[in-house]
């Protein structure tokens, strides 16, 4: 089986630190504090998997996992409400392994997702050119907007950049370096993906690698008729591919040739050409759009969601671990929003529960997914005091379309952004972590807030 591109999707966060504040020239897209790769990933596949989606296989590529020791692709699996009788895996490391995720789902079929929060010391370059996002791919036989013409890699090892498994920032060699390696290992897998192709002259070149010096020379290196791209949200880590390819398709028209190269540790290349339904089937919003919108954010403030500075901590306890059983007994509930809906006279109850609180009735419930579906605010609360790493911590009473009522956290919003009626969706967030256990749940976010 050779499976095409069915769908795609890419996420950028809503923040951004101002290019003064960190010495560059363009300002720098920024994960919220509450926002990891596995939140990153379900924002970018939520959008991608229509409901009662079923793909063959989940695979997740990532630098910067939320765990070690734990496949973090099942909480991504969970939140997106996907069936039981699939497989779901970690990908993890660089850039290739987001490739490798996509050889595997064009191989098979299934959805192949990259996300990255990537963390430069203060005034290094991965501060100033790094970039966190993530995007998914949806590969499968029927409706392809773009088939997967040929495929090859060039493998070779040489130092360029690198990071512990136990640290948060990485390092570099002298970009020089790693920028004639790369050249070389760039023309001969573009040359040898175009031949097997049968294709001079792509429309289209996406390009992604850890070396600036290379990204700065892109359009010497390979040739374009129509572009020659790199991902303008900066260097994004194994989500970087990913969310490149995401924004060439935004632009493409159909019957146009993509020739996609990841040059990590060597360099792997795809070759694609679109198809009369790519025009109709685009993303939403573009990742041009995407870039466009943002939230400033201070430095400082950033440098503590890092962990980077140790700011005063909030006056209060600090929330408990969550315990492993009655999280796996509210996995629905908990990962996907889910609800229950009474079979006898149809009241939604969020969270779900097994006695009707309208009627009466016991155990006639229907399960009722909401986080797909949008809200209104009825009341919400500023409250100055909650333990918060970005205080103050708003709250909201929110109507959910459809039925049902229930409260949640608002996330990338500042106060006077709030008001009763303001219309809501949802988003899988951290809301905390204690004891090295993250405890995800869902928070509404302002439906103009991305």
């Given at each position: 089986?050779?499976?095409?591109?069915?769908?795609?999707?890419?996420?950028?966060?809503?923040?951004?630190?101002?290019?003064?504040?960190?010495?560059?020239?363009?300002?720098?897209?920024?994960?919220?504090?509450?926002?990891?790769?596995?939140?990153?990933?379900?924002?970018?596949?939520?959008?991608?998997?229509?409901?009662?989606?079923?793909?063959?296989?989940l695979?997740?590529?990532?630098?910067?996992?939320?765990?070690?020791?734990?496949?973090?692709?099942?909480?991504?699996?969970?939140?997106?409400?996907?069936?039981?009788?699939?497989?779901?895996?970690?990908?993890?490391?660089?850039?290739?392994?987001?490739?490798?995720?996509?050889?595997?789902?064009?191989?098979?079929?299934?959805?192949?997702?990259?996300?990255?929060?990537?963390?430069?010391?203060?005034?290094?370059?991965?501060?100033k050119?790094?970039?966190?996002?993530a995007?998914?791919?949806?590969?499968g036989?029927?409706?392809?907007?773009?088939?997967?013409?040929?495929?090859?890699?060039?493998?070779?090892?040489?130092?360029?950049r690198?990071?512990?498994?136990?640290?948060?920032?990485?390092?570099?060699?002298?970009?020089?370096?790693?920028?004639?390696?790369?050249?070389?290992?760039?023309?001969?897998?573009?040359?040898?993906?175009?031949d097997?192709?049968?294709?001079?002259?792509?429309?289209?070149?996406?390009?992604?690698c850890?070396?600036?010096?290379?990204?700065?020379?892109?359009?010497?290196?390979?040739?374009?008729?129509?572009?020659?791209?790199?991902?303008?949200?900066?260097?994004?880590?194994?989500?970087?591919?990913?969310?490149?390819?995401?924004?060439?398709?935004?632009?493409?028209?159909?019957?146009?040739?993509?020739?996609?190269?990841?040059?990590?540790?060597?360099?792997?290349?795809?070759?694609?050409?679109?198809?009369?339904?790519?025009?109709?089937?685009?993303?939403?919003?573009?990742?041009?759009?995407?870039?466009?919108?943002?939230?400033?954010?201070?430095?400082?403030?950033?440098?503590?969601?890092?962990?980077?500075?140790?700011?005063?901590?909030?006056?209060?306890?600090?929330?408990?671990?969550?315990?492993?059983?009655?999280?796996?007994?509210?996995?629905?509930?908990?990962?996907?929003?889910?609800?229950?809906?009474?079979?006898?006279?149809?009241?939604?109850?969020?969270?779900?529960?097994?006695?009707?609180?309208?009627?009466?009735?016991?155990?006639?419930?229907?399960?009722?997914?909401?986080?797909?579906?949008?809200?209104?605010?009825?009341?919400?609360?500023?409250?100055?005091?909650?333990?918060?790493?970005?205080?103050?911590?708003?709250?909201?009473?929110?109507?959910?379309?459809?039925?049902?009522?229930?409260?949640?956290?608002?996330?990338?919003?500042?106060?006077?952004?709030?008001?009763v009626?303001?219309?809501?969706?949802?988003?899988?967030?951290?809301?905390?972590?204690a004891?090295?256990?993250?405890?995800?749940?869902?928070?509404?976010?302002?439906?103009?807030?991305?």
């Amino acid at each position: 089986m050779s499976a095409g591109i069915v769908g795609y999707a890419s996420y950028l966060p809503r923040y951004r630190l101002e290019g003064k504040d960190i010495g560059s020239r363009n300002d720098r897209v920024v994960a919220a504090f509450d926002e990891d790769a596995t939140t990153m990933a379900v924002a970018a596949a939520s959008q991608l998997l229509p409901a009662a989606a079923s793909p063959p296989a989940l695979y997740f590529a990532t630098s910067s996992p939320p765990y070690a020791d734990k496949t973090n692709a099942t909480a991504i699996h969970a939140a997106l409400g996907l069936p039981p009788n699939m497989l779901a895996a970690d990908m993890c490391g660089t850039g290739r392994s987001a490739f490798a995720a996509m050889a595997a789902a064009a191989q098979c079929g299934g959805v192949a997702v990259a996300a990255d929060v990537r963390i430069g010391r203060p005034g290094s370059a991965d501060e100033k050119t790094g970039g966190d996002g993530a995007a998914a791919l949806l590969f499968g036989e029927d409706n392809v907007v773009a088939d997967v013409l040929a495929s090859c890699s060039v493998t070779e090892e040489f130092l360029d950049r690198w990071r512990e498994p136990i640290t948060a920032t990485g390092q570099q060699w002298e970009e020089r370096f790693g920028g004639q390696r790369y050249t070389s290992l760039i023309r001969r897998a573009s040359s040898a993906a175009l031949d097997a192709a049968g294709i001079a002259d792509p429309d289209h070149v996406v390009l992604a690698c850890p070396n600036s010096a290379v990204l700065k020379r892109a359009a010497t290196m390979v040739k374009g008729q129509k572009s020659v791209t790199t991902s303008p949200a900066g260097f994004g880590g194994a989500a970087d591919v990913a969310i490149a390819l995401c924004g060439a398709l935004d632009i493409a028209d159909a019957h146009d040739t993509i020739l996609l190269l990841s040059a990590t540790d060597g360099c792997d290349a795809m070759v694609l050409r679109t198809t009369e339904l790519l025009t109709a089937s685009r993303q939403a919003r573009t990742l041009e759009h995407q870039r466009a919108q943002g939230l400033p954010i201070k430095h400082l403030t950033y440098l503590s969601w890092r962990g980077l500075v140790a700011l005063e901590p909030p006056r209060r306890p600090e929330p408990e671990r969550p315990a492993a059983p009655p999280a796996s007994r509210a996995g629905h509930w908990k990962f996907g929003f889910t609800g229950s809906r009474c079979q006898n006279c149809g009241f939604v109850h969020l969270p779900p529960t097994r006695m009707c609180r309208a009627c009466g009735t016991a155990d006639a419930m229907d399960p009722t997914p909401a986080a797909g579906l949008r809200g209104t605010v009825v009341t919400y609360t500023v409250d100055r005091l909650a333990f918060s790493p970005s205080p103050p911590m708003l709250q909201a009473v929110i109507d959910v379309d459809g039925g049902g009522r229930c409260t949640l956290e608002v996330a990338d919003a500042r106060p006077d952004e709030l008001n009763v009626g303001a219309r809501v969706r949802f988003s899988f967030r951290r809301l905390f972590t204690a004891d090295g256990v993250h405890n995800y749940f869902w928070k509404a976010v302002l439906d103009d807030a991305e």
